[in-house]
């Protein structure tokens, strides 16, 4: 069975610090590992995903994520946090193996601070 | 362009009522899901759909009910409210499935409460 662990329900960054939202998971076979974002009262949106090729995968808003295939990590970072990024962001996995299994975890709130 | 539309928005409930949730998208996608969210818990998948005509349960279908007659629509009805229904219900699509790289579109939620 495949999985998804959010470590932290909520993290807290200074406006222009560095931030990092963690994740891993686990799954049978190659993973395809996406990360979405909720602002409140709004349905999820996709920021990026993670298929093969290089570790670190660039997305929406200056998102960026980083495979890590030994640890089954998939952080979510952001060198320069805003106040905007304030949201509910959600880790997903599939294992592209058939069916309609995509596992989210539970998500972790980012507040950004002035 | 739409995307994925869902009514209503919010919702109050008596129990033992019953409802549908709308949920309409113009992009043609052939795959179809209805999600329930609740605090700490992440999205739980209650139905899916691969195209019209076609649907199956996931992991929570118990008190609910889907149908796709057609490519753009795809239901979720509530037969007999309980308060364990109390939740924030997402519809999403895609074109090739949740099990690929493709990712899903989400409408913007049904907050639903039971009392």
């Known amino acids: 069975a495949q999985s998804v662990a959010q470590p932290e329900d909520q993290v807290n960054v200074a406006e222009g610090n560095p931030l990092t939202v963690k994740c891993t998971y686990s799954?049978?076979?190659?993973?395809?590992l996406f990360w979405y974002v909720q602002y409140p009262n709004r349905g999820l949106q996709f920021l990026l995903k993670?298929?093969?090729?290089?570790?670190l995968v660039k997305g929406s808003y200056g998102f960026e994520a980083e495979f890590n295939k030994s640890q089954t990590s998939f952080h979510l970072k952001k060198p320069s946090a805003l106040v905007s990024d304030s949201a509910l962001y959600f880790c997903?996995?599939?294992?592209?193996?058939?069916?309609?299994?995509?596992?989210f975890g539970t998500g972790t709130q980012l507040k950004v601070e002035l | 362009n739409a995307g994925v539309t869902q009514t209503p928005k919010f919702r109050i409930l008596k129990i033992g009522q019953s409802m549908t949730l709308q949920c309409t998208q113009d992009?043609?996608?052939?795959?179809m899901y209805w999600y329930r969210q609740d605090p700490g818990m992440g999205l739980k998948l209650i139905y899916y759909?691969?195209?019209?005509?076609?649907?199956d349960k996931g992991e929570v279908p118990n008190g609910y009910n889907v149908s796709r007659s057609t490519t753009e629509d795809f239901p979720l009805r509530l037969e007999l409210a309980a308060p364990s229904q109390t939740s924030v219900y997402f519809c999403?699509?895609?074109?090739?499935?949740?099990?690929?790289?493709?990712?899903?579109?989400f409408g913007s939620g049904t907050q639903l409460s039971v009392l």
């Open positions: 799954v049978s076979g190659n993973p395809y």
């Open positions: 759909s691969v195209g019209a005509g076609i649907t």
């Open positions: 997903a996995v599939s294992s592209g193996g058939g069916g309609n299994k995509l596992t």
């Open positions: 992009m043609n996608h052939n795959y």
């Open positions: 993670y298929i093969t090729g290089d570790n």
């Open positions: 999403a699509s895609n074109l090739r499935g949740a099990a690929t790289n493709e990712k899903l579109f």
